[in-house]
């Protein structure tokens, strides 16, 4: 069975810094990942989609890293600004159209 | 990508009633999805909703609680039947539109509130 776990699950952080977000999974047997955005009381926005031949993706500050192997993903974010708080989910799809969840990274960026 | 909309964005609802909730998308999809996301919880799958065909529903949901309807290429609903406080959650919708990546997209979402 398929587990998502995200560390850390929350992270405070000054406006500026560079920081990274982690995800793992258990079954290296995945489509793709996909990381999200969730605004408080908010539907989920898209940020990188990695398909499972690829390593990395960019966009932007933004910069998503996949290493099936080890069931291990990073989200990175550049020059951080309190415009990037909200919560960051990392989903696998297991199988054709579904997808598991992690847990989440609450992030505050301090101004 | 794809715009998707959901009605109602948030409701109050007492226990033994029950909601609809639709979701729009502005483009026509294969298929379309239903999430649950529990306060201070991740989201789970309830169901992925086919056109023209009955609704595939994960382990622990069933159709009599949350039916789904998908009359065309471009609307769904789900129904949350005989509510009790343990259905407060945010109920998303989702659609996978490219058909080869399986990238998901996401409605804003509905919130219930169960009394």
């Known amino acids: 069975k398929q587990e998502v776990t995200q560390i850390p699950a929350a992270l405070s952080v000054p406006e500026g810094e560079n920081l990274v977000l982690n995800c793992s999974f258990t079954d290296s047997a995945i489509y793709n990942l996909q990381w999200f955005r969730q605004d408080p009381g908010k539907g989920l926005t898209s940020l990188l989609l990695?398909?499972?031949?690829?390593r990395e993706q960019t966009s932007g500050r933004l910069n998503a890293s996949l290493d099936k192997s080890s069931g291990r993903s990073t989200l990175y974010i550049a020059a951080s600004q309190p415009g990037d708080s909200a919560t960051y989910l990392c989903a696998v799809a297991v199988g054709t159209y579904k997808y598991i969840f992690g847990t989440g990274t609450r992030l505050k960026v301090l101004a | 990508s794809a715009v998707i909309s959901q009605k109602p964005s948030r409701d109050i609802c007492q226990r033994g009633t029950s909601l609809t909730i639709q979701c729009q998308v502005d483009s026509q999809v294969t298929m379309m999805f239903w999430y649950r996301q529990q306060p201070g919880q991740s989201l789970t799958l309830i169901a992925t909703a086919n056109q023209g065909s009955e609704a595939t529903y994960e382990s622990g949901f069933v159709i009599d609680k949350f039916p789904i309807s998908r009359p065309n290429l471009t609307f769904s609903t789900l129904t949350v039947s005989n509510m009790s406080p343990e259905d407060s959650s945010i109920y998303l919708c989702?659609?996978?539109?490219?058909?080869?990546?399986?990238?998901?997209?996401f409605g804003p979402g509905t919130r219930l509130t169960v009394t």
């Open positions: 990695i398909q499972s031949s690829q």
């Open positions: 989702s659609v996978e539109i490219s058909g080869f990546s399986y990238e998901q997209y």
